[in-house]
Nanobody, 127 residues
Framework: EVQLVESGGGLVQPGGSLTLSCTAS????????VGWFRQGLSVGNEREGV?????????NMADSAKGRFIISYDNAKNTLYLQMSNLKQEDTAVYYC???????????????????WGEGTLVTISS
């Protein structure tokens, strides 16, 4: 059974930092498009891409994440990370880990459909 399990969410003050983790089981995260997506808490907010890594390690970052977030993965742990710094209130959202089942698909933060999703972890930025 394929599973993606996120962790690391929480309450952080503006300007603070947080690192999210996504551990995969049942398949290998390397070699496919994987990434972080988020959905704001207001009704009508759509899920948006934050940062993705493609099958050869190229990264694509949303404009809102550039210069503040770093996406990486640890092959040995089969875990994807999102290091977030200088957090802002508008970063408040449920963050989801997503992954493709097969390599070779277009990998971009513009993606809205992935084969696998985690349950999400809530990040709240508030003073």
């Amino acid at each position: 059974e394929v599973q993606l399990v996120e962790s690391g969410g929480g309450l952080v003050q503006p300007g603070g930092s947080l690192t999210l983790s996504c551990t995969a089981s049942g398949f290998n995260l390397s070699g496919v498009c994987v990434g972080w997506f988020r959905q704001g808490l207001s009704v009508g907010n759509e899920r948006e891409g934050v940062a993705v890594i493609d099958s050869v390690g190229r990264r694509n970052m949303a404009d809102s994440a550039k210069g503040r977030f770093i996406i990486s993965y640890d092959n040995a742990k089969n875990t994807l990370y999102l290091q977030m710094s200088n957090l802002k209130q508008e970063d408040t959202a449920v963050y989801y880990c997503g992954a493709d089942a097969l390599s070779g698909r277009y990998c971009s933060t513009g993606r809205r459909i992935m084969d696998y999703w985690g349950e999400g972890t809530l990040v709240t930025i508030s003073s």
